[in-house]
T-cell receptor, first 114, second 113 residues
């Protein structure tokens, strides 16, 4: 079965540093998402992306966050100046359409901010 | 913001018995509900879903029941197998262009051999 691929699986960074989390969504999918899960908490929506622009973002997704689809295959999440509270598992997800098609998740990137 | 709640953080059942996982929601605008399963070090995997116009959906050993008046849904697994041991997340969506999912906190299911 096709997969959403995320790299790296683990990322350790110093507070204030920039990080880029990378994702390769499933090739024929058109809608892309980032979610995150802080340890012991629920999976939270961050942002959705369609047609090369953000279609919705949560209040968590402030000016420190940005997303990009730099080419036809990659989808990235950038955190410009990381904070301790950004430590979480970040999941990329994609679906074919914007309807109730099931969402496919990647295995996640565990981000640790020290 | 507790729009989707799973009040049982864990559940333990014997192999072969029924597992019942519960989920409550508060937002009456939700029109689609899903269950995802998550193993450690993996992303959530879609399990089963139900539209708000239905009250039951079945897929093999998995059945989801929706009680709209009570704003409650449940996932039944019959018979439970040790490989079902995982964290189960209930999720709901409002619809619209993005169909973002609102997740519950998850229930850790342990199926004992």
């Amino acid at each position: 079965e096709p997969e959403v691929t995320q790299t790296p699986s683990h990322q350790v960074t110093q507070m204030g540093q920039e990080v880029i989390l990378r994702c390769v969504p499933i090739s024929n999918h058109l809608y892309f998402y980032w979610y995150r899960q802080i340890l012991g908490q629920k999976v939270e929506f961050l942002v959705s992306f369609y047609n090369n622009e953000i279609s919705e973002k949560s209040e968590i997704f402030d000016d420190q966050f940005s997303v990009e689809r730099p080419d036809g295959s990659n989808f990235t999440l950038k955190i410009r100046s990381t904070k301790l509270e950004d430590s979480a598992m970040y999941f990329c997800a994609s679906r074919v359409t914007g309807g109730h098609e099931k969402l496919f998740f990647g295995s996640g990137t565990q981000l640790s901010v020290l | 913001d507790q729009q989707v709640k799973q009040n049982s953080p864990s559940l333990s059942v014997q192999e072969g018995r029924i597992s019942i996982l519960n989920c409550d929601y508060t937002n009456s605008m939700f029109d689609y509900f899903l269950w995802y399963k998550k193993y450690p070090a993996e992303g959530p995997t879609f399990l089963i879903s139900i539209s708000s116009i239905k009250d039951k959906n079945e897929d093999g050993r998995f059945t989801v029941f929706l009680n709209k008046s009570a704003k409650h849904l449940s996932l039944h697994i019959v018979p439970s197998q040790p490989g079902d041991s995982a964290v189960y997340f209930c999720a709901a969506s409002v619809g619209g262009a993005t169909n973002k999912l609102i997740f519950g906190t998850g229930t850790l299911l342990a199926v004992q051999p």
